[in-house]
């Protein structure tokens, strides 16, 4: 790290500095940024299941004089949040309840635990940044005119619990219960928005760009942008969230530049993986057919669960651009993996998966 | 109006909540956790009055005349025995208790106070197996069963329940005497049960830890299980719980003197098996084709059921709780028989002590092998 760098950074290269969700998806890519960039005390929280070896072997190979913790515990526990922000100066909070469908475990895994580490924090004064990792999810789209921009000064969802997605729910909760802790305690924290995450170790295919859920692959997305973010720019874009003076209290949404269609993403995604069969839903018929579940769903007390509604087409397939304007004006980021290059590694991954399959 | 309360706002509280509102001449007066976020999020997603964080508050302030008990099962004692002091009705999730003990004392004190307690146990109230309660007690079987076989498999995920159970070497449910078995095999004991007629049925257990889930490094969830149950040479029953087993049934077979039903939960199928084979070469023709016809009158029942709105994932859930519901205000017999809650309890406990035993019975012999080995 440049002397020059590091006088924009909050906090020196032996500052302690805690990420949770350390061994996850993004998380490992976090640890690697900050080791890359000479940050010498890390302390990462894991599950006691998740594999802490890869990120054990990031510190091997590296000079003398990095200190690399690992903490295996659960941030359902408030012991364990004690012990892993102790001595913390800057906080990455990446651990949450993705994949969750049922409201209450997304909510336990998301909201309860960064209340939970919120609480453990507000003990101690010596942390400068809590950085939390939120996600697109959050936003709605549903007073936006088509083709209108969705950046940091949108609204977020007035009530999440009504779009059928537990993982908003939870999201919103979460920026909510962060904003709150920032107020009553003077808790410094900055908001990080990503949008869909892409990479090797995420091989799936978006469902802003279509789903598979009824035995063929439905081409939802059709002209509309995909919030693409490679694993890496986005790692690097919640360690400068983490380290960059004069941003506390700020939201950030990350997404990278030369952002394909979604038409143009299945099209590369069908050369370079392999051929399926997919059907393309015009978006007048799939507002439409998300209107009628949305109507079923209500009329049947429930029978088919509200996954489809407006809410829900607003927010995934709606035409919306995207913007990231405000993370390269203020914290200084850049994403450092192009859009070709990133999707060239991601198809590769995706290309191994399925041969190891 | 009925006056209805939740304690425990985890993911199977959600379910109540959506059955009971679905219920006419009731409401939720108020949701309860000891986690005052858990109970916020179920209020803010349900049409319920208040949320609580303690029980106490919960009983006097939103006075309810039914509360239901979602929470991890070692506290189900103790919170239905406050509600019964207090004068409410209790629906206990599954299962019902810890063991049988606390059973007894539960239903006990609810006769003291001419209050009413259930389990739940709803997967014996769907739509296919109330057919099935209705043709055994018609007499379709015979003169009561001679075998039964039940099926209640699991398949373990890396997300959701399982996954968690699985990573967190400190969650309830390893903390329950039979750990994952505990929490699940109530429904598929509960069947076998319902059609005991002796109140000590012989039990012999075998269980073990999949090689799946040793190749995890997990030592102590057993999630393989075969029981034999036996009366006194008289009706015999097969429990299978299985995590590694493809399909992986939720089944229950039944077979009387005369003839047969299988039960199939997943697809929400019965299917009636005939006692007497047709004559000769109509055995293998015809008897396939009747029970296509059977299968075929399945889809048209769930069809029809589907389309009138009444073919929820919980729908069974939905009818115990009515029954129950019932049960109270016209002070008519409980859904599920006393009995039957308690001698699903003791099969249970009987299950997981001879399991346990035999845990500290291959512990004893590692012991010793290890002494022999460093001795040479």
Redesign the interface.
Known sequence: MSQEENNGFIIGPDDLILVTGATGFIGSRVVENLLARGFRNLRCFS???SEASKIEALSNGRRNGVRLEVIRG?LL?PQDCTAAARGAVVILHLASGR???????A??NS??TT?NLLEAIARHKCLKRFVNVSSFAVYTNTQKSRWRLLDESCPVETHP?LRGDAYC?AKV?QDEIVAEYGKRFGLPYVIVRPGYVYGPGNEGITGRVGISTFGVFLHLGGSNIIPFTYVDNCAEAIVLAGLRKGIDGEVFNVVDDDLPSSRQFLSLYKQNVKHFKSIYVPHLVSYALCSLWEQYSH?????LEPVFNRMKWRASWKKTRYSNEKLKARVDWAPKVPMTEGLRRYFEACRSRIQSA | MLRVAIVGCGKIADSHASQIRRIPGCEIVGVCDKEPLMARQLYERFPVKRCFDDLNELLNEARPNVVHITTPPQSHFEIARCCLERGCHVYVEKPFTVDEDEARRLIALANEKSLKVTAGHDDQFRPAARRLRTLTQSGFLGNGPVHMESYYCYELAPSGYSGAVLRDKRHWVRRLPGKLLHNIISHGVSRIAEYLTSESPHIIAFGFVSPFLKGMGESEIIDELRVIISEEEHTTAYFTFSSQMRPSLHQFRIYGAKNGLILDQDQETLIKLRGVKLKSYLEPFVAPAIIAKQHLGNVLANARSFLARDFHMKSGMKYLIESFYRSILQNTPVPIPYREILLTARIMDAIFAQLDARQSRVESHDQIAVHAAQSN
């Open positions: 599950r006691p299941s659960n526990s994949g969750e469908k049922s409201y209450p475990d909510f336990v909201v309860v209340r619990e729910y909760r009329w049947s007390e429930g029978q």
